[in-house]
């Protein structure tokens, strides 16, 4: 099992970055796949990175060329880069994990969640 924690959300205005983390405690954190979701009020869950445990990444359409998603195995946390911020990056931000398994950007293949920390983009 793995523990994830996320760093305290922020706001920022339009065209500016953040760098979120998510900490993990507990199982072997560098056979995980790991990923970013986000949801939007009166939105679905979207995933927007993924990591794997060899490094592989993946993106959704709408973030790729401004998030980047990285991990740092010694220190057992997982970052989302996120520059050129939009207004409707506005959402809570999850970071999920799932043991043995390959990337994917569907929050159905992760069986564990961080509690989401809320990101705000004003124009």
């Known amino acids: 099992q793995v523990q994830l924690q996320e760093s305290v959300g922020s706001s920022v205005q339009a065209g500016g970055s953040r760098r979120l983390s998510c900490s993990a405690s507990?199982?072997?954190?560098?056979?995980?796949?790991m990923a970013w979701f986000r949801q939007a009020p009166g939105k679905e869950r979207e995933g927007v990175a993924a990591?794997?445990?060899?490094?592989?990444?993946t993106y959704a359409d709408s973030v790729k060329g401004r998030f980047t998603i990285s991990k740092d195995n010694a220190k057992n946390t997982l970052y989302l880069q996120m520059n050129s911020l939009k207004p409707e990056d506005t959402a809570m931000y999850y970071c999920?994990?799932?043991?043995?398994?390959?990337?994917?950007?569907?929050?159905?293949?992760?069986?564990?969640w961080g509690q989401g920390t809320q990101v705000t983009v004003s124009s």
């Open positions: 507990g199982d072997t954190y560098n056979t995980y796949s």
């Open positions: 999920a994990a799932v043991s043995k398994r390959p990337w994917s950007l569907l929050s159905d293949r992760y069986n564990y």
């Open positions: 990591i794997d445990g060899g490094g592989g990444t």
